[in-house]
């Protein structure tokens, strides 16, 4: 029988992985700053500025958490699209189901 041993082997630290890993951070760090300095900046009668924005930062952020952190940025064309594509369209689908509900009670409401 072969004999358990309790011992820890300690690898070297990969200095281009934590210096990605930290690029990363301070990227999303910025980017939520700016989403912050729009927030409490920019006043209430540019709401749409507001969404439009808000809506650009937080994909841009989305975009940098799976490509780095879910390691979905060092895969190849066709499986990135296989992924996107789905995604986008569900999206797509939503978007245009809200348009039509607020259609649809409009002309409830003002028969």
């Known amino acids: 029988m072969e004999q358990e041993t309790n011992e820890v082997v300690v690898q070297p630290l ?3 992985k934590v210096r990605t890993f930290l690029k990363v951070t301070l990227i999303l760090f910025v ?3 700016i989403e912050y300095a729009f927030a409490f900046g920019i006043s ?5 500025i507001r969404v439009v924005l808000f809506i650009s930062l937080t994909l841009l952020k ?4 799976v490509a780095e952190f879910m390691h979905l940025g060092h895969e190849n064309k066709p499986f990135k699209r296989a992924l996107i594509f789905p995604i986008v ?3 797509f689908l939503i978007f245009i189901m809200i348009y039509q ?3 649809v009670f409009d002309l409830l409401i003002n028969r």
């Open 62 to 65: 989305a975009y940098y958490i």
């Open 89 to 91: 369209f569900v999206i």
């Open 31 to 33: 980017v939520t700053l």
């Open 101 to 103: 509900g607020g259609a």
């Open 44 to 48: 209430h009668e540019y709401k749409w």
């Open 14 to 16: 990969n200095r281009a």
